[in-house]
């Protein structure tokens, strides 16, 4: 069974900087998707960025250039977060697919997800 266990979530102040981590344990797949989302209070919950077995990404629009996914094997995935904004607060999950090859930011693409970690940033 796959699990995934994020850490790394703290508050801090529009500007800072944070990395979040998910173990993953579990995969058993050559293929597989690692991706992390957020929900903020009220809204909806929406993709971040997502990246490949190969190591090929992609971000949502509204992190581009700030925020950077990262893996190591199928062991870990993690979650740079620079310049950080007051709308980046929202409990951050990550997600996992094993089996499939593309990109994807789609909620319903992702079986296995974590529990969360929140980020607090203060203006």
């Known amino acids: 069974q796959v699990q995934l266990v994020e850490t790394g979530g703290d508050s801090v102040q529009s500007g800072g900087s944070l990395k979040l981590s998910c173990k993953v344990s579990?995969?058993?797949?050559?293929?597989?998707?690692m991706a992390w989302f957020r929900q903020a209070p009220e809204k909806k919950r929406e993709g971040v960025a997502v990246?490949?077995?190969?190591?090929?990404t992609d971000y949502a629009d509204f992190v581009k250039g700030r925020f950077t996914i990262s893996h190591d094997n199928a062991d870990y995935v993690f979650l740079q977060m620079n310049n950080l904004k007051p709308e980046d607060t929202a409990k951050y999950s990550c997600?996992?697919?094993?089996?499939?090859?593309?990109?994807?930011?789609?909620?319903?693409?992702?079986?296995?997800w974590g529990q969360g970690t929140q980020v607090t940033v203060s203006s």
């Open positions: 997600a996992a697919e094993e089996g499939l090859y593309g990109l994807t930011l789609r909620e319903s693409d992702f079986p296995y």
């Open positions: 579990g995969i058993t797949s050559s293929w597989y998707r």
């Open positions: 990246i490949s077995h190969l190591g090929i």
